[in-house]
């Protein structure tokens, strides 16, 4: 199979390929490449759950089993959701390494390059997913066995973070400029790696990567905000998963639980508070942001599948909305304002496209709520509050208001139990769980 030429990415299940006699030749390592872009589509499944349901954002709608501890802030070491995320995320993993020591049978130069590119990005998106998740994780830069105990317990954030850079500093060389839509590509591993140095707060490393990006001109908004979503594979697109409609191996079911829950299933609904701190003026996103339907329902991933359960709805990793909005707040590098004209320019984009006011002066309240509203629903609002220091302060607030309480323990997912009983005592549980 051929897949470098192919406008869609072909995501037959290559996903039990054994290492025996297998990796001979360069179709059979792209095969294994492929095989990661397959465990990934196993990540979003419930990724709204950890991140916009513990948010500000989201509820469930009958607010039972599993998926209320996560809108009450009581989620439980025995949670299905979080040790389905860390094994998925962690599958991921296995699969970027196992390319990664097998890359001595490519003979072409570029394409060897290329798989090392796209395996250390999905490896680096993975580790990053977890140690946002979880803090301190077990680093996996090589395959390993049951009895490579020295793998099983966690590292600190700060050494789990510099590994994911040196991933994407690496891919970033090593990735082609162009590649066929759900295949990661240099602009991906930019964007990555600019939200990763975000996070550790090195703003002047994140705007040199992100300027680059964005002067590349690879990227662009798109003038209608619905398109986003519903025209698939656009050029706003860095980096998506693919799903397809009504294929029991490439499809979803997170757009039915968003949008067609049924009478007491339902999750992702979306919150008083975010309702209370939209502006009704911005019409440009309201069709989307809310299901036209049910203005209880997220709107940006209604499917048209035949099988409300097959949805084929991709799942949006990195756009350049994100992108330019990453630049500014680069730019404003911690502060609580900038007038800089870089800075504006990159904020006054976004808020256009939604036909609203250009902005003279940023704030970081400012960036935030522009964040809030542009990415809505889209697994950044966590994680953008605990990067710009305030998510004590604003979920603490939005908890009162729903009779709940948030600690700084709730700022970190507990320890999959199940995944510290296999590890020996390796994993030691997050403080407060």
């Given at each position: ?136 994780v077990p680093i996996l830069d090589r395959v390993i066995i049951p009895t490579d105990t ?179 707040e680069a730019i404003m590098a911690g502060g609580a304002s900038t007038t800089d004209s ?92």
């Amino acid at each position: 199979m051929i897949f470098g030429c192919q406008d869609q990415l072909d995501l037959a299940p290559e996903s039990a390929i054994g290492e025996n006699g297998f990796y001979q030749n360069t179709a059979q390592v792209e095969a294994a490449v492929i095989a990661i872009y397959d465990g990934l589509q196993n990540v979003p499944l419930r990724e709204f759950a950890l991140t916009e349901m513990r948010s500000d954002n989201t509820r469930t709608k009958s607010r039972e089993g599993d998926w209320a501890q996560f809108e009450s802030l009581d989620v439980r070491p025995t949670n299905l959701a979080i040790g389905d995320y860390w094994s998925a995320n962690y599958n991921v993993i296995f699969r970027a390494n196992r390319v990664l020591e097998n890359l001595d049978v490519v003979e072409e130069a570029e394409l060897r390059s290329q798989f090392e590119g796209e395996a250390r990005f999905a490896r680096a998106l993975s580790h990053f997913n977890l140690t946002r998740a979880f803090g301190g994780v077990p680093i996996l830069d090589r395959v390993i066995i049951p009895t490579d105990t020295e793998f099983f317990g966690q590292r600190e954030q700060s050494a789990v973070l510099a590994a994911i850079e040196s991933d994407l500093t690496s891919a970033v060389e090593l990735l082609p400029a162009d590649m066929p839509f759900g295949r990661a590509e240099k602009g991906a591993a930019q964007a990555l790696l600019g939200k990763v140095q975000l996070t550790q707060g090195n703003y002047s490393g994140a705007e040199t990567v992100l300027n680059g990006l964005i002067a590349s001109g690879t990227y662009a908004l798109l003038d209608n905000y619905h398109d986003v979503f519903y025209s698939e594979g656009n050029d706003e697109i860095v980096f998506a998963i693919p799903y397809f409609d009504d294929d029991a191996n490439e499809s979803q079911d997170f757009s039915f639980e968003m949008t067609a829950g049924g009478v007491r299933a339902g999750l992702n609904y979306i919150t008083d508070d975010f309702n209370a701190n939209y502006n009704p003026d911005e019409t440009i996103r309201t069709g989307t942001l809310y299901s036209p339907t049910n203005p209880d329902e997220v709107g940006k991933f209604i499917t048209v599948s035949s099988d409300a359960r097959l949805c084929g709805n991709d799942w949006i990793v990195l756009r350049h909305a994100d992108v330019l909005l990453m630049y500014a707040e680069a730019i404003m590098a911690g502060g609580a304002s900038t007038t800089d004209s870089r800075a504006l320019d990159a904020f006054n984009q976004v808020r256009t496209r939604a036909d609203m006011s250009e902005a003279t002066e940023l704030t970081k309240e400012m960036l935030l709520k522009e964040r809030r509203t542009e990415l809505a629903f889209e697994n950044h609002r966590f994680y953008d509050l605990v990067r710009f220091g305030v998510a004590e302060e604003v979920l603490g607030a939005f908890a009162t208001s729903i009779g709940e309480t948030f600690t700084p323990r709730d700022l970190l997912l507990p320890i999959p139990q199940k995944e510290i009983n296999v590890s020996g005592g390796a994993l030691t549980q997050n403080p407060g769980y």
